[in-house]
């Protein structure tokens, strides 16, 4: 079983050395981030009628690829890495799972999910306002 770090170094190395993957933007890898989604869609669909996981899992996986490769172009840009990615996405969902995380937190666990989102933003918007 391959590591995480081993499998982003694949993905560093592709883009490193794949004449096709190594000139790609997050602009032209939008088309296939909506097919590979589209594609997870049908996986599940897959899953449901036969049974079978084993469809899905592949694609899955081909989403995780298109995220580890929009990271790595991040990460040359100087914009974010991928555990920039991982921190941010682990940090919001904590924070919208109050019951889970924060259960002595009373007034947050008792909001609903759109209720904790724009809260989040709201928070957000006004540490940036301060900046």
Request: hydrophobic letters at 35%; aromatic letters at 6%; charged letters at 35%.
């Amino acid at each position: 079983m391959q590591t995480f770090d081993e499998f982003m170094d694949v993905v560093r190395k592709i883009r490193e050395h794949c004449p096709w993957d190594s000139v790609q933007t997050h602009e032209s890898l939008k088309p296939y981030m909506v097919n590979e989604t589209e594609e997870v869609l049908e996986g599940i669909d897959i899953l449901e009628k036969e049974n079978d996981g084993e469809n899905l899992c592949e694609e899955l996986g081909d989403v995780l690829f298109q995220i580890a490769l929009h990271s790595v172009i991040a990460q040359e840009e100087g914009l974010f890495t991928i555990e920039d990615v991982i921190s941010g996405v682990s940090s919001k969902m904590k924070y919208r799972h109050p019951r889970i995380f924060s259960p002595d937190d009373k007034e947050a666990a008792e909001l609903s999910w759109d209720e904790l989102k724009a809260r989040e933003k709201a928070e957000k918007r006004q540490k940036h306002e301060k900046c």
